[in-house]
């Protein structure tokens, strides 16, 4: 996909999801985006430079988490309308690697190169992966998989789908939680 430069507006409306702070984007910006699945924006004026990502409610639509690494520093509270400017990123941001699967690379130093050499946005995917599950033995299970396919030379966990595979804090079944 060639990335646009175009500047559009994002609105809407704050909101709380099992206290978690978000923004679910209205229909009509979220038709702006260019994909159904995540997608990485660059935040302009008072969020100059800002790249954050967007996720997919599961309803055709997208949402916008206001906690956690890398998210827009907003006062919005529940119920606030919020408009924010901003246009496709020409570059996905770094995820932070959770302590289980930085101890299990940490482990595997035969695979340093390997993860080094993923592009940012692979990264995030094996993080999503490994995240997008409550269950504490599923998610073990997932780090062991993860080195392993990272050792047969795959760069992308095989049934990441970008969206459906989204934060179990807030989604389910990779639908957003009303």
Known sequence: MAVSNEIFELNGTADLVNDRKIIRLDQESSDKLPSRGQVAVELLQAHEGHVVVIDPDGRRGHWLALDGQGAPQLLAEAGDQVELTARVARTWPETGIPQDLAGALGEAGDLDEMWAGLTAMARWEWVRWI????NPSTRERRVEASISK????????????????????VSKSGKLIQ
């Open 150 to 169: 990272l050792r047969d030379g795959k760069r992308r966990p095989c049934c990441f789908d970008l969206s459906s595979c989204t934060d179990p804090e």
């Open 131 to 134: 995240g997008a599950t409550k």
